[in-house]
């Protein structure tokens, strides 16, 4: 199945416990004594005194319960979409903790189909130790089912989770079941909507996230992106999202917003916002980046369907903010894209030049902020789908994507 380019939750009412267990009944004296009715009497306005001392505690209590619910809302990073979120306590980086990689495409298909994206993901398959988890959308590399077939052979617990919708594909049939065979479990999402993500995670340390599904096309074909992360932080937020999919089938909608690191601060001073679709409201968290653009805007948009992220960039257009961008050719056509909305308003907007798929879906801010994931700009990713997208300010992993929006702009059409 393609990706087709498209036009919170309730919880359960919780039961309370009326009241509490009665105290134990005690023998009574049907004809109590003048001294025991005398006592009782004594009792009584001191009962009363108490009883109305409780009751008055009872706001203090409501306001004490609602400061620890906001508390604990705040710090799991479940009001980051109304700009609140913690600080948290800076991680440490050096070395080589990030790598950017790029697809390049062969457009003639001339070239051997050796060396990508794969061939680097199933060298670190080959090192891992305890555990490799994939979700991906589209599946047919037969480098990673070989890569992992051998690491689950010698120990390694490999779990996989993907759109079931693509079955329909004979390469992905076919080796999905050699998978199966060989003992691999995987969780399949059986919705309408799409379990969209695209992300690799070895030994709950190394994290590759990005545009890229597992397939020959995307690998060799299609221009993609993804950054490999050596951080056990961010590995955690999406092993807890892996698993929701994995161990609970909670795809999309029923997805709970549990990101342990919802925003990492890094020593170097990298800052990586982490957000799931739709618990997250990814959509939000672009737009509030989008509003807060000072001087340039790029992006490189595989579906772009969304009316609110169009209407931001026609207002910092109009602000005077320097806004440009590359559609994918057959969705820039589609009747509910922006491309024509922004073409119109003057923008500089122009469709891909890539005969096959430009598969990006990008956002450069300043030079310094990279929005990059699983997640097109539509209403789909927004609401239904299974998305991942991350939010870096990083002056240096920002050029590096400014570089190939430059590479995609000058192969596009005008």
Do not use: C
Request: aromatic residues 8%; without cysteine.
């Amino acid at each position: 199945m393609a990706e087709s380019p498209s036009a919170p939750g309730t919880t359960d009412p919780v039961n309370t416990p009326v009241g509490a267990p009665r105290p134990a009944e005690t023998a009574v004296d049907p004809l109590p004594s003048r001294a025991a009715n005398a006592a009782n009497a004594a009792v009584k306005p001191a009962q009363s005194k108490a009883a109305t001392a409780y009751k008055w505690t009872w706001p203090a209590l409501a306001l004490l319960l609602l400061t620890a619910i906001g508390l604990w809302m705040y710090q799991a990073g479940h009001l980051k979409a109304i700009g609140l979120s913690p600080a948290g306590r800076v991680v440490s980086v050096s070395g080589a903790w990030y790598e950017v990689h790029f697809t390049s495409p062969d457009w003639t298909n001339a070239a051997p189909h050796t060396g990508g994206l794969d061939s680097l993901v199933a060298a670190d398959i080959a090192q891992a130790k305890r555990r490799v988890d994939i979700a991906t959308f589209e599946y047919d590399l037969p480098s990673i089912t070989a890569a992992l077939i051998a690491a689950h052979n010698r120990g390694v617990q490999v779990r996989l989770v993907m759109d079931a919708g693509n079955l329909v594909d004979e390469e992905m049939d076919r080796l999905t079941d050699e998978l199966l065979l060989a003992g691999i479990p995987f969780s399949w999402d059986i919705r309408m909507p799409f379990m969209h993500d695209k992300f690799v995670i070895i030994d709950e340390t190394i994290v590759w996230v990005g545009s890229w599904n597992l397939t020959d096309n995307d690998t060799y074909r299609n221009n993609n992106n993804m950054i490999r992360f050596v951080l056990p932080q961010l590995a955690a937020n999406y092993t807890a999202e892996f698993e929701e999919m994995f161990l609970d089938s909670a795809f999309g909608p029923r997805s709970p917003a549990n990101t342990r690191y919802p925003e990492l601060q890094l020593s170097d001073g990298t800052t990586i916002k982490t957000y799931y679709s739709p618990e997250d409201n990814p959509r939000a968290g672009i737009i509030a980046q989008l509003r807060a653009a000072e001087s340039e805007i790029l992006f490189l948009a595989f579906s772009f369907t969304d009316d609110d992220i169009a209407r931001v960039l026609l207002e910092q257009a109009r602000a005077g903010v320097t806004v440009r961008g590359v559609f994918e050719t057959r969705s820039g056509d589609s009747e509910h894209s922006e491309y024509s909305v922004l073409q119109a308003a003057g923008l500089d907007v122009r469709l891909d030049g890539n005969p096959r798929t430009m598969h990006h879906k990008v956002f450069v801010i300043d030079g310094r902020v990279t929005i990059m994931g699983s997640y097109n700009f539509s209403a789909n990713a927004a609401q239904d789908n299974d998305e991942n997208l991350l939010i870096i300010t990083n002056p240096d992993i920002a050029q590096s994507y400014a570089a190939e929006f430059e590479r995609v702009h000058a192969a596009a059409e005008e």
